[in-house]
């Protein structure tokens, strides 16, 4: 696996996001200067799922760089669609593209491919697990506006449970301290353990809680998210979940002034529209501030080695329990589990707790 590959959030260095964070700025502030710096290169975008945002972004990104793009965003106009392994197609394109950024709904794909890559892998989302360029996004737009990741009352309502964004958001937070965490979702929409117990064992404190109106007064931010719908075994469980958290106008008249609402988009039925005209509704700037921090990714990605992945040795193991996982969908991928919390193994492709 060559070291360079942006899979999971926490891969980075603390010093490493600062920089990254600096650099969209001066990007941002000095477009021109930056127009050509990747001229020659190209990006592959391996979209096995929808996306327009993350997709878009990367792509724009690319572009205002000066490279160009190749990719598919419908996996049955591809090799994909003849049966084509992940394998195969990782080394194909990573012979023709400098990047390649991989968006899948089975989770640990980014990973798998990174193990067959000789270039740069990104992780775009995989599944219900995690999102790491979302949480680059967030943090970025986070450090903008209240010029810190510590000290803060942050409230996350919505899907909890398959949320990607909000498995990476917490992980990455469980790096920084003093800050409190309100978690708002119904019982059966509720953090997964593995990210919970992450989350508590840090030096933040945390709360669950029934409603958006017992906190938003406290809140120094709102991270709503979407239900999400395709993650749901039927229609009737995603209706008896939908339509219970809604942010409106009544309820941000007991906000902060400074509150900072934010959402990884698309936004659904949880926010009321007539809240996208209140000033502290952050959500489209967030979305501008993905295209930036993903420029600086890219750039530093190509131009020197930032990212020091670690490498997990393979091991002799049953299966992976989760039938979401890329090992029970690419048969012949190594088995390899790392350690969390210094005591229990989990998966390394998609962190669900296995017997080693
Ligand atoms: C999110 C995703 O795909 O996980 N969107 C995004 O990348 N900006 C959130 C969602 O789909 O709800």
């Keep these: 696996m060559k070291n360079n590959n942006f899979i999971d959030f926490n891969d980075l260095q603390i010093e490493d996001l600062e920089k990254l964070c600096a650099l969209a700025d001066d990007i941002r502030a000095n477009r021109e200067q930056y127009s050509r710096a990747l001229a020659g290169r ?3 975008t391996l979209f096995y799922e929808p996306s327009t945002r993350t997709q878009f972004s990367f792509q724009t990104a690319m572009l205002r760089l000066g490279g160009s793009v190749i990719g598919f965003s419908d996996p049955s106009n591809s090799s ?49 697990h995690l999102h790491p360029s979302q949480t680059l996004t967030d943090m970025y737009t986070i450090l903008k506006h209240k010029k810190r990741w510590t000290d803060l009352s942050i409230g996350i309502c919505g899907d909890l ?46 709360h669950v809680v029934g409603s958006i109106e017992e906190v938003i007064d406290k809140l120094d931010i709102l991270y709503m998210t979407r239900i999400q ?12 979940q939908s339509g219970i958290f809604v942010l409106d106008t ?73 039938p979401r996982c890329v090992t029970n969908h690419e048969k012949y991928l190594p088995k390899k589990a790392k350690s969390q919390n210094d005591s229990e193994w989990v998966c390394a492709y998609c962190e669900c707790t296995n017997e080693k």
């Excluded at 409190?180 to 509720?190: M, N, P, Q, V």
């Excluded at 395709?230 to 469980?237: G, I, K, L, N, W």
């Design 229 to 240: 719908k395709e993650r749901f075994a039927s229609a009737e469980e995603y209706e008896r």
């Design 42 to 44: 190209v990006m592959a």
């Design 161 to 206: 449970l398959n949320g990607r964004t909000v498995h990476s958001l917490l992980k990455a937070f469980r790096r920084f301290s003093g800050n409190t965490f309100y978690l708002i979702s119904t019982k059966e929409l509720a953090l997964p353990e593995y990210v919970y117990s992450d989350l508590i064992s840090s030096n933040n404190t945390v």
């Design 80 to 128: 994909v669609a003849k049966g084509e392994s992940l394998k195969d197609t990782t080394k194909i394109v990573s012979g023709y593209a400098d990047v390649i950024v991989m968006r899948s709904p089975v989770e640990g794909t980014p990973y798998a491919a990174s193990l067959y890559s000789e270039i740069p892998v990104i992780n775009a989302g995989d599944g219900g």
């Design 250 to 322: 009544k309820k941000m008249e007991k906000a902060k002034k400074d509150l900072c609402i934010l959402h990884p988009l698309p936004k659904v039925d949880e926010i009321e529209d007539a809240v996208d005209d209140d000033e502290r509704a952050l959500y489209f700037e967030q979305a501008k501030c993905g295209m930036y921090i993903r420029m600086a990714l890219i750039l530093t990605l190509l131009k020197n080695d930032l990212i020091k992945n670690p490498v997990y040795e393979n091991i002799d193991a049953k299966k992976c329990k989760n």
